[in-house]
């Protein structure tokens, strides 16, 4: 398991970006922070605990553009 620490001014779609590269692993994200599920921008020094990538399998078909 990992940890993440915040930034000020992370939202749950930022973190999920920058741990999984992609926000399709927000829902994960909160799930396994329930304290903060009412947190819709973090201060600094927050500790997120990051779960594995169950998204991982999904495949995401992007139009060429997006990429």
Do not use: C
Request: aromatic share 10%.
């Amino acid at each position: 398991m990992r940890v993440y620490n915040t930034i000020q001014g992370d939202t749950w779609d930022i973190i999920s970006q920058k741990v999984y590269g992609h926000s399709l692993g927000m829902q994960h994200l909160i799930h396994a922070n329930l304290d903060y599920i009412e947190v819709g921008v973090f201060s600094a020094g927050i500790q997120i605990i990051v779960p594995a990538d169950e998204t991982a399998r999904i495949t995401i078909n992007r139009p060429p553009w997006f990429e």
